[in-house]
């Protein structure tokens, strides 16, 4: 039998997929090139934009003509020249059934709502009942049918979420955020702080130890504020994990983690990352807005001095690191003054790179109901001068790099170039150099010689 993965949203989504697939793989399931010949497509969802639930939405009324087709009711009203692949599968294999399973946040907010909206959907699998894969995959070897999720309250982290032959892969630590950002989805489709076990985390390295796997991120909506069962702190479970890679030589080299919260980037932390070279100094911290007011209103426990004052410290600590951020533009009632705030933090910390965006309402956050929204194109005006700022840090702070002598993991063949090899650097930039393939998975060290775009230019050494 088939799946067909389409994951939407973050890296834990990603993760979580990963998780899934393990467990199909491991009943002797089978990857479908085409989501319209697999007999199990999983839709994994993001509710943090509304423009993400919209494509999705787009997507099921897709899979409702490729049902259609699959079970041979080639209808006029289905577009047959977008559904090749299923049409053909039909003629090949006559009539047999597709199961769609819609999991992840968007899951989570609608719940039943959204299998009576769309019936198309076979299951519903909010984030607390993932735990039922393996009896839904049961359900479609046996061809049962669909039985209603129960959504439970407490989350189960899975035992693996690697991504076959994978040498970079996540490994969640802990679920959830209890901040409740006026503007955030997340806390209401995730739940509240959920930290997993530290020997789990281990065993979970051990695994991927034997998988050969190079470079691991540690995965949290809040990443840094994990606390263990026992009290073990993010910097303690750092610390460990960094021991534990030596004391069993593991393939793993490089360590990185994220999301971050600047509150819980502890002096600690720090201290924990500058005493391990395994951990790598590149971190994305989110800074979301430059004028205390703002972060105020959008419930942000840090004022923009306190995050400054903690870019000074990575930067005094660990010279060669390098920093990537969230802002937002437009959160209702910013004036033009309070958004030139943005501007003038970007010019004080230089950011290598950042995730910019306007504000967008999400049903079901505070920030939906304040008044005195933004019209969208003056929203779209003021992020277009984040981005141009943004533009010229990158290039600014990039081109500083240029004659350094790093090491790369070698990660996949340009797509533009045949003969050069894409890797990523302990900072998490991109390289293009020349070399053989052969060397994917492996670090190697690059000479830095130019910058295109935001992509360095290397030379093999």
Same mark, same amino acid.
């Given at each position: 039998m088939k799946y067909f993965f389409e994951t939407y949203g973050c890296e834990m989504n990603i993760a979580e997929s990963a998780s899934?697939?393990?467990?199909?793989?491991?009943?002797s399931w089978e990857k479908a090139e085409h989501p319209e010949e697999a007999n199990l497509v999983i839709i994994n969802t993001c509710s943090v934009r509304g423009s993400a639930e919209q494509r999705i939405l787009g997507r099921?009324?897709?899979f409702e003509g490729v049902k259609k087709i699959r079970m041979g009711d080639l209808n006029a009203k289905i577009r047959l020249e977008d559904m090749k692949y299923a049409a053909e599968f039909y003629k090949q294999n006559g009539a047999l059934p597709l199961t769609l399973v819609v999991m992840g946040c968007m899951a989570q907010r609608l719940l039943d709502d959204l299998k009576v909206q769309y019936p198309v959907v076979d299951y519903v699998v909010g984030t607390f009942g993932k735990y039922k894969f393996g009896e839904i995959i049961q359900a479609v070897e046996n061809g049962n049918k669909p039985f209603k999720i129960k959504d439970e309250e407490t989350y189960t982290f899975a035992q693996y979420s690697y991504e076959q032959g994978a040498f970079s892969t996540f490994v969640p630590i802990m679920h959830g955020c209890n901040n409740f950002c006026t503007y955030c989805i997340v806390?209401?489709?995730?739940?509240?702080?959920?930290?997993r076990r530290v020997d789990q985390i281990l065993a979970e390295i051990d695994f991927l130890t034997k998988a050969n796997v190079k470079e691991i991120t540690l995965l949290g909506q809040n990443v840094n504020a994990y606390k263990g069962e026992d009290g073990t702190t993010f910097p303690q479970l750092?610390?460990?994990?960094?021991?534990?890679?030596? *004391?069993? =030589?593991?393939?793993?080299?490089?360590?990185?983690?994220?999301?971050?919260?600047?509150?819980?980037f502890s002096d600690e932390l720090i201290e924990v990352i500058k005493n391990n070279p395994h951990v790598c100094q590149g971190f994305h911290i989110a800074a979301q807005h430059g004028n205390n007011e703002i972060l105020?209103?959008?419930?942000?426990?840090?004022?923009?001095?306190?995050?400054?004052?903690?870019?000074?410290?990575?930067r005094s600590a660990l010279p060669g690191v390098q920093l990537i951020t969230d802002l937002m533009v437009g959160f209702p009632g910013e004036s033009e003054e309070q958004f030139k705030d943005i501007l003038s933090l970007m010019e004080e910390v230089k950011f290598e790179s950042s995730f910019m965006y306007f504000y967008n309402p999400r049903e079901g956050t505070p920030a939906a109901k304040y008044e005195n929204q933004?019209?969208?194109? *003056?929203? =779209?005006a003021r992020l277009q001068k984040v981005i141009d700022l943004q533009s010229k840090h990158t290039t600014e702070v990039m081109s500083k790099r240029i004659g350094e002598t790093i090491e790369v993991l070698c990660d996949i063949v340009s797509r533009h170039d045949e003969s050069e090899l894409l890797g990523k650097t302990e900072q998490n930039e991109r390289v293009a150099f020349k070399a053989d393939k052969k060397l994917i998975g492996t670090f190697v060290k690059v000479k830095l010689i130019a910058l295109n775009g935001n992509t360095f230019k290397g030379e093999l050494l």
């Open positions: 899934v697939e393990q467990l199909l793989i491991s009943r099921l009324g897709y806390p209401y489709v995730r739940g509240r702080e959920v930290s750092l610390e460990k994990i960094c021991r534990h890679i030596d *004391e069993t =030589k593991s393939s793993i080299k490089w360590v990185r983690f994220e999301s971050s919260n600047p509150n819980d105020k209103r959008m419930n942000r426990k840090n004022t923009r001095e306190e995050f400054i004052t903690l870019a000074q410290k990575l933004i019209p969208v194109e *003056e929203k =779209k």
